[in-house]
């Protein structure tokens, strides 16, 4: 029986979509071809089959078995729900899972576990976020899962898993594959934050010794992109913590533990996130104290330039100086003795300048 509280089926879009759109869904216009297949756990192990028509599915309903029906591409959403009819799937639960970009959640909902993800990775240049939604939905014997982008095989690894291991069906839950699906998309998190990380510490190098107005360019971009992954796990937080206190039938000792390890999860990637956050405030200020540096000893060698010639404008002034009672014009070596001058005073007080240490250049790279 299913108990939503009020408005936990609302379908609640976000603004934009946390990222850029995956080449998949810009070939096909914003809306990838929709293509099912279905997991039939049957007592001699996992079957996979490909789905063309809705009839189809009503054979595997009668086996009485867990079904995990994988719909990838959300193109045709009257297909979907043909396909959703045939399992006797709420009508209800639908919009949050078909419409398109939703915000993040968790929500239990009695007999029913509805979870909505965005999928997040960099396209070939790392400064650029693409996500695909995917949703997920937990009934009694049926897992259903709601890929945007349609890559061929889904989840890969899982099913290449699960048709490896022969077993009884127990071992195989579906609401532990709940589990492994959000964990999977999660822990794919951890390598982009990682990659995030490095290009950081390249970048703060760079500011130290080079800095340059493009590096603040690409660790904005780096920042932004830092702030739409912790937007995407903010939410998930409080909600899986309030599943887990739900107490859902649906959920077995092991996915608890799992869901439980999955809050452990979404707080390490949001504190590895305000980290990396942070660190971008830190290459901000590097650039600004390099750049500050760089314009005192500019600076520097202008008042260095200035008090050489300053005394050298004196002497010349005075010996410029069109009086006739001045002994300095009738001798004989006077232009040579005012040059000698001028060069010993130059001498001098730039050997003291060096003394000082006003020639050494803190900016230079060490």
Known sequence: ML???????????LEERPANLPTQLYVCGGRSPSHFSVVVFEEDGPRLQRLEH???LAAVRGLGVPVWLRVMGLSQ?????AMLSELAVPEMLLPPLLEV?????????????LVVLHRLSFARDPSHLISSQLGLLLLPNL???????????????????????????????????????IDEVLDELYPMLEQIANRLDDLEEAALR????????????????????RSQIWPLRHQIRVLLRQRQELLGPEARAGFSEMGELVEL???????????????TQAYAASVGNRMNQVMKTLTILTSIFAPL??????????FENMPELKWRFGYEYALLLMAAVAALQAWWLWRRGWFQDWTTPR
């Open 3 to 13: 108990r939503p509280t009020p408005g936990a089926l609302t379908s609640h879009l």
């Open 269 to 283: 990637l949001f504190e590895n996130c305000e980290l990396l956050r942070h660190q971008c405030d830190a290459i």
């Open 101 to 113: 970009p939703q915000r993040p959640r968790v929500d239990g909902l009695g007999e029913a576990v």
């Open 313 to 322: 404008t004196f002497i010349g002034g005075i010996y410029g100086m069109n």
């Open 210 to 229: 080079d800095p340059k107005p493009r590096l603040l360019a690409r660790t904005f971009t780096h920042r932004s992109n830092l702030r739409r992954i």
């Open 77 to 81: 959403p009257a297909r979907i729900r």
């Open 54 to 56: 809705p009839e189809e």
């Open 143 to 181: 897992l259903v899962s709601f890929e945007e982008t349609s890559t061929g095989e889904a989840f890969p690894e899982l099913s290449d898993w699960l048709s490896s291991r022969v077993g009884a069906v127990e071992h195989r839950d579906l609401d532990d594959i709940l589990h492994f699906l």
